[in-house]
């Protein structure tokens, strides 16, 4: 018998109308948990790096995490990987919502669909019976109008959606999943799914699951909400307040913006607007706010409300996810009831809130500066709010210049040319990223940046502050109940890291300490990824309910599978590199290792390059960035050795030109 797991995968062969339930080997749930590592072993095996994003062999893997659907609080992730028409890379990103358990409890752990369906369908997974149906009556409507229809036509109102809108059945490279609570959206993985043919996926679940030692489980579980309920009425002194409670940023909850606009670079990352905030803005925030704020939500088995419901005036109303709830009004340099009302349409275009915006706002600096024009884009609106909305609907219907920046900034500089490359500067291997300019170089922060492979912050910070506090005794309180640390040492770290300053950069915190402090973070996020576990109750937040010295037992009691920190520590690490390994098979190196240009005013090229190197060797990888055979070997991936061997990846120096994509070789032929 499994336990926490379904042990079977439901495989979709589009192209063939081929449904099967396939049986999974249960040594690889002991090697990669599930989830993203799973997904990687997945792509690894079936995907080679010929096959590009648009191709019917590329693989669109919707999985649960290992503990999605038991009892855990917050183990609730969609990990959604694929090859990304945007990066070129391995993409994976994670929904909350309900739609995973859901899964879980119609009887599989993922679903992974191969081949390209010749007309628009969804799939309609009811436990045992599962159904490719037609969606042509769906062929552009939003995202949540899709899940609310396909509910509506089979009649069954507790049925969980995963589905794309019109970006997304056009191939725009930064199309979104949507799923009502919560969204899929970075990478362009909406893009292949709409590529596919496939418009939604439906699962209804009634089965059970099994847990190999449930009272010892339970204990676990409520030892973990018996912290949430400490932690929120002791928030942590020092700390911000959208940081102090968990979950993600409750940023519904909070009114004071001073931070975000202060802090933040507007537009398309461009400028800092420390002149905007002032009383009276916070009181026309506030009331926008309260008045289009229907209610607080959370996801399934969760007690953090982290979004809302929002319901602007004469618009449908919609779930605001996470920090999206600003790039818009960044973008625009505008204010929140824009924001809000514009981030309502682009969640029903299936449009990544993170990169959607900075692509219209990458035009509109196009246009103010020349590069493009009235016959570029004619009919370009005068009115700056009227422009991100003519720009949207152009973009997610590839419509004129919209065509050129569906593909996100990178390509579209390429292809608009005239100078247009230096304002796509907010890129990290062609994605964009959140919309920040900082002061000082963060050497922690350069390492999270240039060399994770989510390619998106948010999935890598946490666990370690951002700065450290300006007093000895402050730092002082706050280790004295960090019981989560792996070890001893960081509490050290933390004790001796005084504010930063242009001559402590370079001396401190040491190359050494930064590489521990990243390893630890992106640790965390890995194991949150393979189990399901929202990173906003252990990855994400300073002092989580769930840490390194818990989740093995959590692990261990749901399942039966016994695994103590070490195991579990060399299981992320495993899973890591064999997400790197895709990325490495396809092409990524050094060069590609960067964060966004400007994203900090101050840099410090050499450190720089000495962090690099200190990085790949700490992690085992040569100087390229490659892991190393020893290490690869240490990890039980010697089949991953064996292939970069005979593709001579090894040889590989960092000068193999960039892989084009099936829109740029479609435009020379």
């Known amino acids: 018998m499994r336990y926490a797991e379904t042990g079977f995968n439901l495989e979709v062969d589009l192209s063939r109308g081929n449904i099967e339930r396939v049986e999974t080997d249960p040594k690889l749930t002991e090697l990669h948990v599930g989830g993203l590592g799973t997904n990687a072993k997945i792509l690894w095996d079936r995907v080679p790096p010929e096959i590009e994003p648009f191709s019917p062999d590329n693989l669109l893997i919707f999985s649960t995490g290992l503990l999605c659907g038991t009892p855990a609080t917050g183990?609730?992730?969609?990990?959604?990987?694929?090859?990304?028409?945007?990066?070129?890379?391995?993409?994976?990103?994670?929904?909350?919502?309900?739609?995973?358990?859901?899964?879980?409890?119609?009887?599989?752990?993922?679903?992974?669909?191969?081949?390209?369906?010749?007309?628009?369908?969804?799939?309609?997974?009811?436990?045992?019976?599962?159904?490719?149906?037609?969606?042509?009556?769906?062929?552009?409507?939003?995202?949540?109008?899709?899940?609310?229809?396909?509910?509506?036509?089979l009649q069954e109102p507790k049925a969980q959606v995963a589905s794309i809108g019109l970006a997304g059945e056009n191939r725009v490279y930064f199309a979104s999943i949507?799923?009502?609570?919560?969204?899929?959206?970075?990478?362009?993985?909406?893009?292949?799914?709409?590529?596919?043919?496939?418009?939604?996926?439906?699962?209804?679940?009634?089965?059970?699951?099994?847990?190999?030692?449930?009272?010892?489980?339970?204990?676990?579980?409520?030892?973990?909400?018996?912290?949430?309920?400490?932690?929120?009425?002791?928030?942590?002194?020092?700390?911000?307040?959208?940081?102090?409670?968990?979950?993600?940023?409750?940023?519904?909850?909070?009114?004071?913006?001073?931070?975000?606009?202060?802090?933040f670079a507007w537009g398309n990352s461009r400028v800092r607007r420390k002149d905007f905030w002032n009383d009276e803005i916070a009181r026309e925030w506030m009331q926008t706010l309260d008045t289009m704020r229907t209610r607080l939500i959370s996801c399934y088995n969760c007690p953090m409300k982290c979004g809302a419901t929002i319901s602007p005036p004469g618009q449908p109303t919609y779930m605001m996810k996470c920090f999206s709830k600003l790039t818009y009004t960044m973008a625009a340099m505008s204010n929140l009831e824009f924001g809000l009302r514009i981030a309502q349409r682009a969640t029903e275009y299936g449009v990544d809130g993170f990169s959607g915006p900075q692509v219209m706002a990458f035009a509109v600096e196009l246009y103010e500066d020349g590069i493009l024009t009235d016959e570029d884009m004619p009919g370009f609106p005068s009115n700056n709010e009227e422009r991100f909305y003519w720009l949207l609907d152009r973009i997610v219907r590839r419509e004129g210049i919209g065509d050129v920046l569906a593909n996100g900034t990178h390509w579209a500089a390429q292809q608009i040319g005239k100078g247009a490359e230096k304002y796509a500067h907010n890129n990290i291997k062609k994605h964009e990223q959140l919309p920040l300019k900082l002061g000082m170089l963060n050497p922690i922060y350069f390492l999270m940046y240039a060399t994770g492979e989510k390619i998106n912050i948010t999935q890598i910070e946490g666990q370690f502050p951002q700065s450290p506090w300006p007093t000895r005794e402050e730092r002082e309180e706050f280790?004295?109940?960090?019981?989560?640390?792996?070890?001893?040492?960081?509490?050290?770290?933390?004790?001796?890291?005084?504010?930063?300053?242009?001559?402590?950069?370079?001396?401190?915190?040491?190359?050494?300490?930064?590489?521990?402090?990243?390893?630890?973070?992106?640790?965390?996020?890995?194991?949150?990824?393979?189990?399901?576990?929202?990173?906003?109750?252990?990855?994400?937040?300073?002092?989580?309910?769930?840490?390194?010295?818990?989740?093995?037992?959590?692990?261990?009691?749901?399942?039966?599978?016994?695994?103590?920190?070490?195991e579990l520590w060399q299981v992320a690490r495993r899973n890591r590199n064999l997400v790197r390994a895709n990325n490495i098979r396809r092409g990524m190196r050094r060069k590609d290792e960067k964060p966004p240009e400007d994203h900090w005013r101050r840099r410090f090229p050499e450190l720089e390059t000495k962090l690099l190197d200190t990085y790949y060797k700490f992690k085992g990888w040569n100087d390229q960035g490659i892991p190393t055979g020893e290490a690869l070997h240490e990890m039980g991936l010697d089949y991953v050795f064996e292939d970069f061997e005979k593709r001579g990846v090894y040889a590989d120096n960092g000068d193999t030109p960039s892989k084009k994509t099936s829109a740029e070789k479609e435009k020379e032929v």
């Open 75 to 153: 183990a609730n992730r969609t990990i959604v990987s694929t090859i990304s028409p945007q990066t070129l890379f391995m993409a994976y990103s994670m929904m909350g919502g309900f739609w995973a358990p859901e899964l879980k409890y119609a009887g599989y752990d993922k679903v992974i669909i191969r081949g390209k369906s010749p007309s628009l369908v969804y799939l309609w997974i009811n436990n045992d019976k599962v159904e490719i149906r037609d969606a042509s009556h769906l062929h552009g409507k939003g995202a949540t109008e899709t899940a609310e229809l396909i509910r509506q036509e």
């Open 178 to 263: 949507e799923q009502g609570r919560s969204s899929a959206s970075r990478g362009g993985i909406g893009a292949v799914m709409g590529d596919k043919g496939l418009k939604a996926i439906a699962v209804r679940g009634t089965k059970d699951l099994n847990i190999a030692r449930p009272g010892e489980f339970m204990e676990l579980c409520n030892e973990v909400l018996k912290y949430i309920a400490w932690r929120n009425e002791n928030p942590i002194p020092g700390v911000m307040p959208i940081l102090a409670g968990l979950g993600s940023p409750q940023e519904m909850a909070v009114h004071d913006e001073k931070w975000h606009t202060e802090n």
């Open 479 to 566: 280790v004295k109940d960090w019981f989560q640390v792996p070890d001893e040492k960081f509490k050290q770290y933390l004790l001796d890291w005084e504010l930063r300053g242009e001559k402590s950069i370079p001396n401190y915190p040491t190359p050494e300490m930064c590489c521990d402090i990243v390893d630890w973070q992106e640790t965390m996020h890995y194991i949150d990824d393979a189990t399901g576990i929202c990173a906003g109750l252990s990855s994400f937040p300073l002092k989580p309910p769930y840490h390194i010295h818990n989740l093995p037992k959590l692990i261990s009691s749901g399942t039966g599978i016994d695994m103590d920190e070490a």
